[in-house]
């Protein structure tokens, strides 16, 4: 192969892969804030399901890690992990809450795949080690 052609291969390579990957990197950057309302919401589902472990990410760009006590029309207040201090906090300062402490269901998912995947190529080969079909000798009828 001459050098020009698997330079032109590398390029049209290059610009296809571009191309693929160029729509991922917006979907990627235009993640979507979060509003005082659905925050709000977000704050009193969580308190509701006792599922208080949360990392808050505040609009300055500083991140909080603690445990929701309660919440109001205006804010909530969150007790620091590191500190155990009781911050309040408004629901127009928060960018972003998300929960910490647990698995998603994605990984949930994929361990019980996991699992029965390994289950089943155990079961296969040991089938197959013990798979004889002329153990009890050939006779013809």
Do not use: C, H, W
Not at 85 to 103: F, H, N
């Amino acid at each position: 192969m001459k050098p020009l052609q698997r330079k032109s291969r590398l390029s049209i390579a290059g610009v296809a892969l571009m191309l693929v990957l160029a729509p991922l990197m917006r979907v990627a950057q235009a993640q979507p804030q979060q509003g005082p309302a659905s925050v709000k919401a977000a704050v009193e589902k969580r308190l509701a399901n006792k599922k208080t472990k949360v990392k808050i990410k505040l609009r300055t760009g500083e991140e909080v890690k603690g445990k929701l006590d309660q919440s109001d029309d205006n804010g909530f207040t969150l007790t620091q992990d590191k500190t155990n201090k009781q911050v309040q906090i408004s629901y127009a300062d928060v960018e972003k809450v998300s929960g910490r402490g647990g698995l998603s269901t994605g990984a949930k998912i994929g361990i019980v795949a996991a699992i029965a995947v390994g289950v089943l190529a155990i079961v296969v080969i040991v089938a197959l080690r013990n798979f004889d079909p002329f153990s009890g000798g050939i006779t013809v009828r």
